[in-house]
């Protein structure tokens, strides 16, 4: 059975780069793994996606190592804005048919 | 952009009312979720369909049954709403096409049974 596992919360200050990570040991092999952002009162929101190695786009970054089993969301320079529940998502089980199972969720406070 | 609707953002309903909470995509998507959302569990899912008349048991089916007579709908259904259903509930679509985990989410109902 898939699980991820995330830390409960983080705290930040504006200006820092902030490195989540998600363990996820029983990923299969045809799934990616997905990131998502919270806001209160609103559904979750994709901020990335990868595979494997290193994906970067205009948000974040997301470093994944070869083994699949854990992966790092990384926030450079967070501002107030980016306060928020940071989830991680992977499938379980092969094929398109398997459950899309989400971890706990990390809240990141940013201080200013 | 993909546009994900769910029929309401509040609804309060009464103990053993059907509830009926319905979620239209626009984007032609294969896949759709009901996830529930409760203060320190996440995001939980209950059911999921990939296909149309398809619908396969998440991690918390018990208490609801699902519907999905035409791609663009998937209808969570409460047969007997109870108190501890109050909820979250969010629905989600994404295309069978490439990473099915690029998910597309709606704002949300928040249920309450009294």
């Known amino acids: 059975l898939a699980k991820t596992t995330q830390p409960i919360s983080m705290d930040s200050y504006e200006g820092q780069e902030v490195n989540i990570t998600c363990s996820h040991n029983?990923?299969?092999?045809?799934?990616?793994i997905t990131w998502y952002q919270q806001f209160p009162s609103q559904g979750p929101r994709f901020i990335i996606q990868?595979?494997?190695t290193k994906v970067t786009n205009e948000v974040a970054s997301l470093f994944i190592p070869a083994d699949r089993k854990s992966s790092t969301l990384s926030l450079p320079r967070v501002s107030l804005s980016d306060t928020a529940v940071y989830y991680c998502?992977?499938?379980?089980?092969?094929?398109?048919?398997?459950?899309?199972?989400f971890g706990q969720g990390t809240t990141l406070q940013v201080k200013p | 952009d993909v546009k994900v609707t769910q029929s309401s953002r509040y609804l309060v309903k009464r103990t053993g009312e059907k509830v009926f909470l319905e979620c239209v995509q626009d984007?032609?998507?294969?896949?759709m979720f009901w996830y529930r959302q409760d203060p320190g569990l996440g995001l939980r899912l209950i059911y999921f369909?990939?296909?149309?008349?398809?619908?396969e048991k998440g991690d918390i089916p018990e208490g609801y049954s699902v519907s999905r007579e035409k791609k663009e709908r998937f209808s969570l259904i409460l047969e007997s709403a109870s108190t501890n259903q109050t909820s979250m509930y969010l629905c989600?679509?994404?295309?069978?096409?490439?990473?099915?985990?690029?998910?597309?989410f709606g704002s949300g109902t928040q249920l309450s049974v009294l």
């Open positions: 029983n990923i299969a092999t045809n799934d990616y």
């Open positions: 998502l992977v499938g379980e089980g092969s094929g398109n048919t398997g459950k899309l199972i």
């Open positions: 369909s990939y296909d149309v008349k398809m619908k």
């Open positions: 989600a679509s994404s295309p069978i096409q490439g990473p099915r985990e690029k998910l597309f």
């Open positions: 984007m032609d998507h294969e896949n």
């Open positions: 990868g595979y494997k």
